[in-house]
């Protein structure tokens, strides 16, 4: 069993950045494939970014160039560096967690966290 616990979002200026964390409670975390998603207001959920155990990644090409996933084994923890931020990047951020990589990307995942709100305006 995995638990997921976001933090780290917030209000932001167009332009800015922000960081969000995950932590994860559970053993084998350095097996899991892991992944952030977002959904705006009446708008599907969304993939953002995704990281295998081997920390390779994906993103949608919407926050390519300007959004970095990356994991910490040790910590139990995967992040979601986010600059130049813009205001369609307003939504709520979720990460996911599943042994399986496409299940990650698919959003068919065993584990999700509860979400952390992501508001991007002047």
């Known amino acids: 069993q995995v638990q997921l616990v976001e933090s780290g979002g917030g209000l932001a200026q167009p332009g800015g950045s922000l960081r969000l964390s995950c932590a994860a409670s559970?053993?084998?975390?350095?097996?899991?494939?892991l992944g952030w998603y977002r959904q705006a207001p009446g708008k599907q959920r969304e993939l953002v970014a995704g990281?295998?155990?081997?920390?390779?990644?994906n993103y949608a090409d919407s926050v390519k160039g300007r959004f970095t996933i990356s994991r910490d084994n040790a910590k139990n923890t995967v992040y979601l560096q986010m600059n130049r931020l813009k205001p369609e990047d307003t939504a709520v951020y979720y990460c996911n967690a599943d042994r399986v990589w496409n299940r990650v990307l698919s959003g068919d995942s065993d584990y999700w966290g509860q979400g952390t709100q992501v508001t991007v305006s002047s």
């Open positions: 559970g053993s084998f975390f350095n097996i899991y494939a």
């Open positions: 990281i295998t155990s081997f920390s390779s990644t």
